[in-house]
RNA sequence: GCGCCUGUAGCUCAGCUGGAUAGAGCAACGGACUUCUAAUCCGUAGGUCGCACGUUCGAGUCGUGCCAGGCGCGCCA
């Protein structure tokens, strides 16, 4: 509709331009908008003004040449009006809106997206927690938040590859290791100090346990060296199985598990220093090799290799990044935590010293989460080991309560997680409200069948037409109008990976829905005005599903 | 001290990259179930958009400076 209203202006523009009544065809970049008021009309556009000082003309009098040209008899607009400094307001004839509903039945899950990738390689890299610990709510976030965007960029026809780099290189994963055999040497009955430094969390005892039973005393009898080594490797992996189950049960997968000490084991990250050192952007000071990143707008050169011989974790960050753009991505993408957000100068410093444009390159940073019990903070102590994990936090609230939470919140602004609000079947958890609908109108559809109501119409279908000439009350329009909007939200949301405008859109519509459903029935005794509604009902369920499912949330056929 | 983020109704948050009279939900108050699911709906009340300047036809939105909160500023990971 928008787009119908755009090219009748830029017609009637150029229009005006041959015929002199415009000294300028340089059209101005100019709005197409739903009014918050109704007396605005349906759309709205701000082309008068805008373009006013180009054509130097008021606003009004550019407006009215516009109307003027455009003419009072095109077949979707049933008024049009000039108003306030120059906006000018069209009001759509309510049939004009019945294709949306056509639309959306023939696309299907296909209504909503687009193409406005163009097959463009995106890789998104989320969650990535080290494997030392198990998830908590901040990754939670991250995972979700990543996971929606890349949904989102894969529907409007990027090609989208996820994946989760795995920091199982370094000190920490020593440390994980060394905490896990601490942990045996104790369950097979000798004293041990455990130290400060080691992890403290049950998981780690839990881990020495599987490792005992599958191993017995074997690894007590090793070396310390090489027993640290084999734990390390144990831990790791179990780790990651333990992370990949918490989001298995999110509904979030990876295409890819990417390894960082594989990365560094194929010479990667030699190469990628030798490359940088052979460029100038590395030099060694004082024994240790340093990255020149204040030349690409870092506050301070970062060390690579210590005067030590140990490459630090950015040398590998450097290596992935490089890595990435090798494999033929034309944008990467990496989701982080907000305390990460000091790093984002270098590793764009790294894009760029390899010659690539920094563009291709976007951050997400998620800000924390506060994780409180009736309001009360739950504490998150790191090192204590007691805090509550995302497992915990699923476990009690539920995948799709989750999600929702996360999503419905813009993903820059610190959250509040209240377990016990998001386990309330109220309003105050909106994904009850949205999945309500969904399941609202599969009992009304079943009940249709029952009563052996046809349900479903073809597009082609003779009648349709007469038929969609009975849906015209209000809040039947205002829910087609809302239906049209939702192909350009899910474009909107996914050029600004903002998943979350999603989610404020499934509730729109879903007090949209729920109001129409309070105020009118659906099965009547006119047979054709109840297929009407059945066919505009069946297409809000439609889109509903669309949405959810973008955002990871089951669709419900009744609750 | 420097950098990033945040500040909108009592609470939790939106606000479509500058549009018209700033919106939801919760909480409060008053109503609606013999009907396709009341996990719903209808109504009332609630605001100096942190503060001050500036940019322009027009600012919650952009700029500058303050104020408050969070996070980050290692040859740590």
Request: charge should be negative.
């Amino acid at each position: 509709m928008k787009e119908i209203l755009r090219q009748l202006i830029l017609d009637a523009a150029s229009t005006a331009f041959e015929n002199k009544e415009f000294i300028s065809d340089d059209v101005p970049a100019f709005t197409i908008e739903e009014p918050k008021a109704d007396a605005h009309g349906d759309l709205s556009t701000n082309f008068a003004m805008v373009s006013a000082k180009a054509l130097k003309m008021p606003p009004r009098k550019i407006a009215e040449t516009l109307l003027r040209l455009i003419g009072d008899n095109h077949p979707l607009i049933e008024k049009t009006e000039i108003a306030g400094p120059g906006f000018i307001n069209f009001f759509i004839r309510p049939s004009a809106w019945h294709p949306v509903l056509m639309e959306i039945h023939e696309k299907e899950a296909g209504y909503g997206c687009s193409t406005i990738g163009h097959g463009q390689k995106v890789q998104v890299e989320f969650v990535s927690a080290n494997p030392t610990g198990p998830l908590h709510v901040g990754h939670g976030r991250g995972a979700i938040v990543g996971d929606s965007a890349a949904a989102l960029l894969s529907a409007c026809g990027y090609e989208v590859y996820r994946e989760y780099y795995i920091n199982d290189a370094g000190r920490q994963i020593q440390t994980l290791g060394l905490s896990v055999l601490l942990r045996c040497r104790e369950l097979a009955g000798q004293a041990v100090e455990f130290p400060e430094e080691c992890y403290q969390g049950d998981y780690i005892k839990d881990i020495a346990d599987e490792l005992r039973r599958e191993k017995e005393g074997w690894i007590l009898t090793l070396p310390e060296a090489e027993a640290v080594a084999f734990c390390s490797r144990f831990a790791a992996d179990r780790m990651i199985i333990r992370i990949r189950d918490v989001l298995d049960s999110l509904g979030i997968t990876f295409d890819n598990w990417y390894s960082e000490q594989a990365m560094i084991d194929s010479g990667k990250v030699e190469s990628a220093i030798e490359k940088f050192k052979s460029q100038n952007v590395i030099y060694e000071k004082d024994g240790a090799l340093w990255f020149n990143t204040t030349d690409f707008g870092d506050e301070k050169d970062r060390v690579v290799v210590r005067n030590n011989g140990q490459a630090t974790y950015f040398a590998s960050d450097i290596a992935y990044h490089q890595d990435k753009l090798d494999r033929g991505f034309d944008r990467i993408v990496d989701v982080w935590g907000a305390d990460h957000h000091g790093y984002i100068p270098r590793i764009r410093a790294a894009i760029e010293a390899s010659g690539k444009d920094k563009k291709q390159f976007t951050v997400i940073l998620t800000q924390l989460v506060n994780l409180l019990r009736q309001g009360v903070p739950v504490s998150m102590g790191k090192r204590s080991g007691q805090f509550i994990t995302l497992k915990e936090v699923i476990d009690e609230v539920g995948r799709d309560a989750v999600r929702f939470i996360f999503l419905t919140r813009n993903y820059d602004s610190p959250l509040d997680f209240d377990l016990e609000v998001a386990k309330q079947k109220t309003n105050e958890n909106p994904v009850f409200y949205v999945q309500y609908v969904h399941a609202r109108i599969s009992s009304i559809l079943k009940k249709a069948k029952e009563e052996s109501i046809q349900t479903v119409m073809g597009v082609n279908d003779p009648a349709l037409a007469d038929i969609l000439e009975l849906i015209r009350e209000p809040e039947e329009i205002q829910i087609i109008k809302h239906l049209a909007r939702y192909p350009e939200i899910i474009r909107q949301a996914a050029e600004l990976m903002e998943p979350h405008r999603v989610a404020f859109y499934l509730m729109e519509l879903a007090g949209n829905f729920h109001a129409y459903y309070n105020k009118h029935r659906v099965l009547t005794e006119d047979a054709a005005l109840t297929a009407g509604r059945i066919y505009l009902i069946f297409a809000v369920q439609k889109v509903i599903r669309n949405g959810l499912t973008l955002l990871g949330v089951s669709a419900p056929d009744s609750m």
